[in-house]
């Protein structure tokens, strides 16, 4: 089974604070996501990566960064924290669409309070 | 550019009930659709696609999804209602041409015993 992990489920930080949540897949995958899930508006890509050190920026990438150092990691920042980026973020991972295989998985998810 | 509507914010159904949760999606080229599930607490997890063939695709905990092009609905259905079924659902789109997959509003069903 695919395993997506991060590395908090509940995360509070103060407005300004350097944020950071990781992600680590386990099943080899070239793809990963970030999104952010808000009642009512479902489920917003934020950035997402295709291959190490490669990047494209989503729907909502304002206010974030991304990096991916190793193929399983992908890391998202918030460079400064504010209270609008109070909300659920999850992390997945899928096989490139090459593959025929368009799955994504998820991980858990993080609840990120910024006060 | 690409979309996905779930024109239903929350669909209630008796136990043993048939449900449908609706979906409607735009895209310029091929659609590629999805629909995901997430239960209180957890991830999203998958639950079916249409990529191409027939219109009527199976996935699993036994729902299933009807493609209708001229319609352009893709939407999730099941015969027999569980209490366990009770949890949000997204439908998600991609347009062939594209990277990226879009996701819709949800829709929050609840099966009542």
């Known amino acids: 089974d695919v395993k997506v992990t991060q590395s908090s489920r509940y995360l509070v930080k103060r407005t300004g604070e350097k944020v950071f949540l990781e992600c680590v897949q386990d099943?080899?995958?070239?793809?990963m996501f970030w999104y952010r899930q808000d009642p009512g508006l479902g489920l917003r890509l934020i950035y997402f990566s295709y291959d190490v050190k490669m990047k494209e920026k989503g729907d909502i990438p304002e206010g974030y960064s991304v990096s991916r150092e190793k193929k399983e990691r992908f890391s998202l920042i918030l460079e400064s924290a504010s209270t609008n980026q109070t909300s659920m973020y999850l992390c997945?991972?899928?096989?490139?669409?090459?593959?025929?295989?368009?799955?994504?998985?998820f991980g858990p998810g993080t609840r990120l309070t910024v006060t | 550019a690409q979309s996905v509507a779930q024109p239903e914010d929350q669909v209630n159904v008796a136990e043993g009930n048939p449900l449908t949760v609706k979906c409607t999606y735009s895209v310029s080229g091929n659609p590629y659709l999805f629909w995901y599930v997430q239960y209180p607490n957890r991830g999203l997890q998958f639950l079916l696609k249409y990529i191409t063939g027939d219109n009527l695709v199976k996935g699993s905990y036994g729902f299933e999804a009807e493609f209708n092009k001229s319609q352009t609905s893709f939407h999730l259905k099941k015969p027999s209602a569980l209490v366990s079924d009770s949890a949000l659902y997204f439908c998600a789109v991609r347009d062939g041409g594209y990277q990226k997959v879009t996701f819709g509003t949800g829709t929050k069903l609840q099966v009542i015993p």
């Open positions: 099943m080899d995958h070239e793809n």
């Open positions: 997945a991972s899928s096989l490139p669409w090459s593959s025929g295989s368009y799955e994504q998985y």
